[in-house]
């Protein structure tokens, strides 16, 4: 086997093209590195907010339930009666409203 011998000055230049290309991939590597860690982060967040938005259309949907419960009982006369007295404040022929302050 017969080995070149390369001038110092090629050895040199050589040396310093592979610490650059080093350098490069390192650089390269990070920066592979910080996506991935970012669109991990990214990630947990938007699965946190998808739980939250579940759990707050879980509640609509119950508020939702009671308001169509609580129309289907003011549809009857009963209910309307009920409605009067207690939203508006009114009261039936024979009777007298008595406020008393908190």
Do not use: C, W
């Not at 009114?90 to 008393?100: C, F, K, Q, S």
């Amino acid at each position: 086997m017969t080995e070149k011998v390369l001038p110092e000055h090629k050895k040199r230049q050589k040396m310093i093209r592979e610490v650059l290309i080093g350098l490069v991939t390192l650089l390269a590597i990070y920066q592979a590195g910080r996506s991935i860690y970012g669109s991990v982060e990214r990630q947990m967040f938007l699965h946190q907010q998808e739980i939250a938005l579940k759990q707050g259309e879980t509640q609509a949907q119950e508020v939702n339930k009671e308001l169509r419960e609580g129309l289907s009982s003011y549809r009857s006369s009963d209910g309307i009666e009920r409605l009067a007295r207690e939203r508006l404040n009114l009261a039936g022929p024979d009777e007298m409203i008595v406020r008393i302050g908190k």
